[in-house]
């Protein structure tokens, strides 16, 4: 199983980046991918969450209406395009995968119910 993030760079506040996970070893057994950020001596937090087959995702409260989580089947990705971007948004960012899904067929915002991880891809943004 690989997850694999790209997209990362530098940015002036205001401007845009676009992440994207390759999961090409997708297991049906897979319903949730996640996007989490954790900036230095900070803790790790879930950012967007999409639930795989129903479409269905949520957003933490700092990114709502700034970040879309999305996905394409076909090519095996899933993407986050981060809009309005501020410094507090600089991170290194990765993407998950895990099976759990909360009541109301959403997915998790925090991390223990993931258990497969990218490898990150930073985020800078001044």
């Known amino acids: 199983v690989q997850l694999v993030e790209s997209g990362g760079g530098s940015v002036q506040a205001g401007g845009s980046l676009s992440l994207s996970c390759s999961m090409p070893?997708?297991?049906?057994?897979?319903?949730?991918m996640g996007w989490f950020r954790q900036a230095p001596g900070k803790e790790r937090e879930g950012v967007a969450a999409l639930h795989i087959r129903t479409s269905k995702t949520n957003y933490a409260d700092s990114v709502k209406g700034r970040f879309t989580i999305s996905q394409d089947n076909v090519k095996k990705t899933v993407y986050l395009q981060m809009n309005s971007l501020k410094p507090e948004d600089t991170a290194m960012y990765y993407c998950?995968?895990?099976?759990?899904?909360?009541?109301?067929?959403?997915?998790?915002?925090?991390?223990?119910?993931?258990?497969?991880w990218g490898q990150g891809t930073q985020v800078t943004v001044s």
């Open positions: 998950a995968r895990g099976p759990r899904v909360r009541s109301g067929g959403y997915c998790y915002l925090e991390s223990a119910p993931y258990n497969y």
């Open positions: 070893n997708f297991s049906d057994n897979t319903s949730c």
